[in-house]
């Protein structure tokens, strides 16, 4: 997602509230409360750990929720965990897998409520240590310094000292998979998100969270968390495809996991995968529909779903697929209820802004200035869309209007709090772009080319400087708008640079390939002229429309 959405998920929509958590006493059968929900599901896998009961019931729903918690879904893992519980009330796993995803994860921080739900649950499975085999007892012993009641302040202390109680359960117990995985990610929980610097450089401790993973896909390559995590891991970093070894694991493993389907486009756009970074999003979607009808009550989830149909509207925007393209854009908005958008909308604000985005990829003007104002609690969307409504009026020439659309732009930009754009996982910079954006567009509308170039290059530095997410803040790169102006005035040399530079950061994508085939014939450069033509046109080969422009707003011969 991105470095800051997970320090603004804490509000109180995601925790679980679990009730039965609230003593330390061993609780009796009738004391642990099953959910209304009873589901075994399909598709989850064959993992399995091997856990301390007489139940296969218990058995059953702990493989379950160890499934659910890999992919990220840690309120179905809970669910499960409880129908766990209900059945083995002596169990000591059952209630270190509720402690374990109560507690914080990579894409969500840990809030008062659930730190107290933790807290018991940890406590209850030291009291039932007597039951727990040796390497049961070194995971609950290392989880119960992870929290604390009442909750600290500052957790720091405490996730540090998780983290080097499980490197010690790994040291331990070195040929356990799930104990590796689970060493990785306490690694990783120290500083979620922030794993490489901008420039794509490891910080502490990021070579060591890799170098266990691969060695953990070394014991057991299937390994459906171990995957996951990998696939984060390197997404940032400067070799994403070491990764696709692990994208290519995840592709089928875990079906009902609209999550898991989705991670490998996280690498797939990165290695200029978009077809193979559809698919998986297709499938994901496919899957989230199922899941819903099964567990409707969501909350968490609806964030990770729209993502999904997030990346899907980009994937096919990068590879020309239009339909597919805005059909998930209109999805993100119809499989989410009012009552989500109403409580959750800040998390995910700027991702809802895809329908604009792919209006403006493919030139739809006038769909752009007839698409309705969103709601009132989206600032950054309602500044986005009035930022796309400037840019359509420029692109049909109708300059009063685009002058009126971005002063309301900016009316729009100023009134978004910083807790807002904060929680969206951004910053100011985001809409500084857009604001260089629109006023570059209006500048190469009226042929000020000069003007428009120098507007473009500084939106595109400022780009460059945007945190690292997935998809990226901004869905059509600065890069295809200026690389176009440059083709535009015969500045050649410049286009090859600029779509070079572009196709560095995401490569084969077909506006890129397009315009650096253009730029190259216009430099002489026949032959690779030729040959990136080609690699264009294979790349296009799904695409809904011929192209020949990188940016619609400029139409090239």
């Known amino acids: 997602m991105s470095p800051r959405i997970y320090a603004i998920l804490a509000f109180g929509i995601l925790t679980s509230g679990l009730s039965i958590l609230g003593s330390t006493k061993r609780p009796n059968p009738v004391a642990v409360q099953a959910p209304e929900q009873d589901l075994m599901f399909d598709g989850l896998g064959k993992h399995t750990r091997k856990i301390s009961t007489k139940s296969p019931v218990t058995q059953a729903y702990f493989d379950q929720a160890l499934a659910w918690s890999f992919a990220f879904n840690h309120e179905e893992a809970i669910r499960s965990l409880i129908q766990a519980a209900a059945k083995d009330p002596d169990c000591p796993m059952t209630w270190w897998g509720i402690a374990y995803c109560e507690g914080p994860n990579y894409n969500s921080p840990i809030t008062p409520e659930r730190s107290k739900a933790a807290f018991y649950a940890v406590q209850n499975a030291l009291n039932r240590m007597d039951n727990a085999s040796d390497v049961e007892r070194a995971l609950i012993e290392a989880l119960s310094k992870r929290y604390t009641f009442p909750a600290a302040e500052d957790r720091k202390p405490f996730d540090q000292a998780y983290a080097a109680a499980m490197a010690e359960v790994w040291q331990a117990f070195p040929q356990d998979a799930d104990v590796g995985t689970l060493y990785a990610e306490s690694l990783m929980m120290l500083r979620p998100w922030e794993l490489y610097t901008t420039d794509g450089e490891p910080v502490e401790d990021t070579d060591k969270i890799v170098s266990t993973l691969e060695t953990v896909l070394e014991l057991q390559p299937d390994h459906p968390g171990a995957n996951h995590l990998y696939i984060h891991a390197m997404e940032p970093s400067r070799t994403p495809e070491k ?252 286009a090859e640079k600029c779509y070079r530079e572009d196709l560095e950061k995401w490569p084969n994508n077909g506006w890129s390939l397009l315009g650096l085939s253009k730029a190259l014939q216009g430099l002489g450069k026949t032959q690779a002229a030729e040959e990136t033509l080609a690699q264009f046109k294979e790349n296009w080969a799904q695409a809904d429309s011929p192209l020949s422009t990188s940016c619609k707003c400029l139409e090239l011969e």
């Open 243 to 494: 990764a696709l070894k692990a994208a290519h694991a995840l592709d089928n493993l875990i079906p009902a996991s609209g999550h898991l389907l989705h991670m490998p486009s996280h690498i797939y756009v990165r290695t200029g995968l978009w077809n193979e970074a559809i698919e998986q999003n297709v499938k994901a979607l496919d899957a989230d529909q199922k899941y819903l009808k099964l567990s409707p009550k969501q909350g968490m989830q609806y964030v990770y779903m729209i993502h999904n149909s997030h990346m899907l509207a980009y994937a096919a925007m990068m590879s020309g697929r239009e339909k597919e393209a805005m059909s998930a854009a209109r999805h993100m908005w119809e499989q989410t209820p009012d009552a989500v958008i109403a409580s959750m909308g800040p998390v995910f604000d700027r991702w809802m802004c895809s329908v604009y985005d792919v209006q403006k990829r493919f030139g739809r003007w006038d769909e752009i200035i007839a698409e309705p104002a969103p709601p009132e609690n989206l600032p950054v969307t309602t500044a986005i869309w009035r930022a796309h409504r400037a840019i359509a009026f420029a692109a049909k020439k109708d300059f009063a209007s685009a002058e009126i659309e971005y002063t309301k732009f900016r009316v729009a930009r100023s009134a978004i709090p910083m807790s807002a754009l904060e929680m969206g996982g951004m910053d100011d910079r985001f809409l500084q772009v857009s604001d260089l954006f629109i006023r570059g567009e209006i500048a190469l509308q009226k042929e000020k080319w000069d003007l428009a170039t120098e507007l473009l290059t500084d939106a595109a530095a400022i780009e460059s400087t945007l945190d690292y997410g997935e998809p990226p803040q901004w869905l059509q790169p600065i890069r295809h708008t200026l690389g176009a102006v440059y083709l535009a005035t015969h500045q050649y040399a410049n």
